[in-house]
């Protein structure tokens, strides 16, 4: 089993920046796909970004050029660095975990989900 707990989350103002951290239990962690997903009120929940065990990134298209993912295996966590954040970047934010496969975009591919931390960008 493997839990995982978010933090970093808050209230700013667009063009501000956040860095999210993700701490991950488990001796496994640098084998697993790590991704962060958010939802928005009223919305699905929906991809962001992914980083894999070899370091390979992925990203929505939404926040392509502004986020970042990274990961510290020797610390069992992952950052999303969220840079020109938005008011359309308002959203609870999820760490989650993959235990198999190369990377996915795909929510059901993750086995494991942190609770949450929310990430409020006012205009």
């Known amino acids: 089993q493997v839990q995982l707990v978010e933090s970093g989350g808050g209230l700013v103002q667009a063009g501000d920046s956040l860095r999210l951290s993700c701490a991950a239990s488990g001796r496994t962690f640098s084998s697993y796909v790590m991704g962060w997903f958010r939802q928005a009120p009223g919305k699905e929940r929906e991809f962001v970004a992914a980083i894999n065990r070899y370091g390979i990134t992925n990203y929505a298209d939404s926040v392509k050029g502004r986020f970042t993912v990274s990961r510290d295996n020797a610390k069992n966590t992952v950052y999303l660095q969220m840079n020109s954040l938005k008011p359309e970047d308002t959203a609870v934010y999820y760490c989650?975990?993959?235990?198999?496969?190369?990377?996915?975009?795909?929510?059901?591919?993750?086995?494991?989900w942190g609770q949450g931390t929310q990430v409020t960008v006012s205009s």
């Open positions: 989650a975990a993959a235990r198999y496969g190369v990377w996915s975009s795909r929510r059901v591919d993750y086995d494991y």
